[in-house]
């Protein structure tokens, strides 16, 4: 798909566009069932939630290079979250459209984990090692967006009937490198490691799983941003910046929504150092689990990966994430002039 989805409206150079959506939502790509017209094959679309009737509505979004409006197709009466896959894929279907996410993908398998926002969560199976990720960091919510590697289960509504519905359980949240900060500085416990670190280490530690390698960074450029498919936020767990060939600061970043659990591979170049007109531009991707992972195990073998002072010695990094990137689908590419 060609088109990509923009956060950010470089005509008014804010983050709000005109019209109107409903506190929850979910944004997601349907295909045609039957279609000649590549153009118009695929489509952004938006789960609208109503409370009064409670009722899901599924939007099309307008569609600027075709001219096509914003069009309800379906609308769901007080859907059973546990049921929501198999009503939207019956529903969809009815209309002419399929379902484009991970809960409609082969290497998607439910679990009795929710969402924040209720909804069923899987684990995406895709790049599965002998080693396994931890289910925490390999979770993926229903509706989340669809990655390169998405693939149709081949099953009709009745797919869904492995959705879990037993006792809801909550994906563990990532742990936040600022609350590790003031523990270090204020707590006895912080102290002590600190007098640990000091003292010549009697053996090697173990190293550290993944569970205590991923952390949400903090401070200035790692908080969070919107996340393209929800009403959440998606958090830094990593970044790594380099040089490109004109001197400019390139960093390519790892996110993460705390609401659906997509994973984001962002790669941001400031020109502004180099430029009179405060030029920065800006690619987002969708990656899957896996393979956030691969590209945060490369950050963290960088010291002080994140720190722009020594961008120049990582030429052979900034080429990996190149050669890693090549060939990807585009979720999001803008130009900025000014910040």
Not at 37 to 49: I, Q, V
Not at 91 to 98: I, Q
Not at 249 to 256: D, V
């Amino acid at each position: 798909m060609s088109e990509t989805f923009q956060l950010f409206n470089l005509a008014t150079m804010s983050g709000v566009f005109p019209g109107t959506r409903t506190m929850v939502y979910q944004r997601v790509r349907l295909t045609r069932l039957t279609t000649t017209d590549e153009a118009t094959a695929t489509r952004w679309a938006r789960l609208l939630w109503y409370t009064a009737p409670p009722a899901c509505v599924v939007e099309l979004e307008a569609n600027p290079a075709t001219g096509a409006p914003a069009e309800p197709i379906v609308r769901i009466l007080a859907p059973a979250s546990h049921a929501l896959g198999a009503l939207l894929t019956e529903a969809l279907a009815a209309a002419g459209w399929r379902l484009v996410t991970c809960g409609k993908c082969a290497h998607w398998r439910p679990n009795a984990a929710r969402t924040p926002d209720e909804l069923s969560t899987g684990l995406c199976m895709w790049g599965h090692r002998a080693e396994p990720f931890p289910n925490a960091l390999t979770a993926q919510s229903l509706l989340a967006l669809s990655c390169d590697h998405w693939q149709a289960d081949g099953t009709t509504a009745q797919g869904f009937a492995s959705e879990d519905t037993g006792a809801p359980e909550i994906v563990a949240p990532i742990r936040k490198r600022a609350e590790q900060e003031n523990d270090e500085r204020w707590t006895l416990t912080g102290q002590l490691r600190r007098w640990l670190r000091k003292a010549p280490p009697a053996m090697s530690p173990p190293a550290p799983t993944w569970a205590e390698r991923v952390i949400e960074r903090s401070g200035v450029g790692a908080g969070t941003e919107p996340c393209f498919a929800c009403q959440g936020r998606i958090a830094n767990l990593g970044a790594l910046a380099v040089a490109t060939p004109e001197g400019d600061k390139q960093t390519f970043s790892i996110w993460r929504c705390r609401n659906c659990y997509t994973y984001y591979l962002n790669d941001w170049i400031d020109r502004w150092e180099r430029t009179d007109n405060l030029e920065t531009e800006e690619r987002y991707y969708r990656l899957s689990p896996a393979e956030a992972l691969e590209v945060l195990a490369v950050i963290d073998n960088v010291v002080h990966a994140e720190h722009p002072a020594r961008r120049h010695e990582r030429d052979a990094q900034r080429n990996w994430m190149l050669e890693f990137i090549k060939g990807r689908t585009l979720l999001s590419h803008q130009i900025r002039q000014g910040r």
